[in-house]
Nanobody, 115 residues
Framework: QVQLVESGGGLVQPGGSLRLSCAAS????????MGWYRQAPGKQRELVAT???????NYADSVKGRFTISRDNAKNTVYLQMNSLNPDDTAVYYC?????????WGQGTQVTVSS
C-alpha cells in the first residue's frame, strides 16, 4: 500500500555531486514531513535532512551548506541534492515520511564517494 522508492544513488568521486529522488505513493504526501536519513556500515542510522509540508527544513551539521532537501507535492517526490561530497558521506540513504503516529521508510539507495 505505502511505498517510498529511492533512486539516484551510485558511485561518485570526492567533490562531486549527486541528486537522490524518493517517489511516494499510498500516503497523503502533501501533509507529511519528508526526510532523508543515512546509515554507514557499523554505524547508527542518522538524520540527514527533513522538510515539512510548510517548508521548514532541518539539516545535520555535517551536511549544512552542501546538501539541499526539496519536495514537489505535485509529483509526490522529495529530493536530496548533494554537493561537495566526501568519503564520509558514503552510506545507504533512506527516504522517510512521517505524520503523528505514521512513520514510513524506503528500502534505501547506496551512495559511495570514492576515487
Amino acid at each position: 500500500q505505502v511505498q517510498l522508492v529511492e533512486s539516484g544513488g551510485g558511485l561518485v568521486q570526492p567533490g562531486g555531486s549527486l541528486r537522490l529522488s524518493c517517489a511516494a505513493s499510498g500516503i497523503a504526501f502533501s501533509i507529511y514531513t519528508m526526510g532523508w536519513y543515512r546509515q554507514a556500515p557499523g554505524k547508527q542510522r542518522e538524520l540527514v535532512a527533513t522538510r515539512t509540508n510548510f517548508g521548514s527544513t532541518n539539516y545535520a551539521d555535517s551536511v549544512k551548506g552542501r546538501f539541499t532537501i526539496s519536495r514537489d507535492n505535485a509529483k509526490n517526490t522529495v529530493y536530496l541534492q548533494m554537493n561537495s561530497l566526501n568519503p564520509d558521506d558514503t552510506a545507504v540513504y533512506y527516504c522517510n515520511g512521517r505524520r503523528s503516529g505514521a512513520n514510513y521508510w524506503g528500502q534505501g539507495t547506496q551512495v559511495t564517494v570514492s576515487s
